[in-house]
Nanobody, 116 residues
């Protein structure tokens, strides 16, 4: 059974930091590109950051470049998103995603709220 379980969301003041984690199971983690998406109320789901299955360069949305960092640990089957210098516009539900050629899995999402 495939599972992607996000954790680490919450309420943070502008300028603060949060670290999201996603624990994966039920598939061969190292074969999958891992990504974080987010969806704010009234908006479409958008890609925040992606990291390839093997050697490669991570990709970021322009709105988070220089503030967010995605990383993965293939030994622990986890992917993380370090979010620094948070802004109110980062408020959204954040989803972990695993994608391979014929498969695409989603986590249940974790809420991030940036507000003073």
């Amino acid at each position: 059974q495939v599972q992607l379980v996000e954790s680490g969301g919450g309420l943070m003041q502008p300028g603060g930091s949060l670290r999201l984690s996603c624990a994966a199971s039920g598939f061969t983690f190292s074969n999958y590109e891992m990504s974080w998406y987010r969806q704010a109320p009234g908006n479409e789901r958008e890609l925040v950051a992606a990291i390839p299955a093997t050697i490669g360069i991570a990709d970021y949305a322009d709105s988070v470049k220089g503030r967010f960092t995605i990383s993965r640990d293939n030994g622990k089957n986890t992917v993380s998103l370090q979010m620094d210098r948070l802004k109110p516009e980062d408020t959204a539900v954040y989803y972990c995603s695993a994608r391979a050629l014929f498969s695409h899995y989603w986590g249940q999402g974790t809420q991030v709220t940036v507000s003073s």
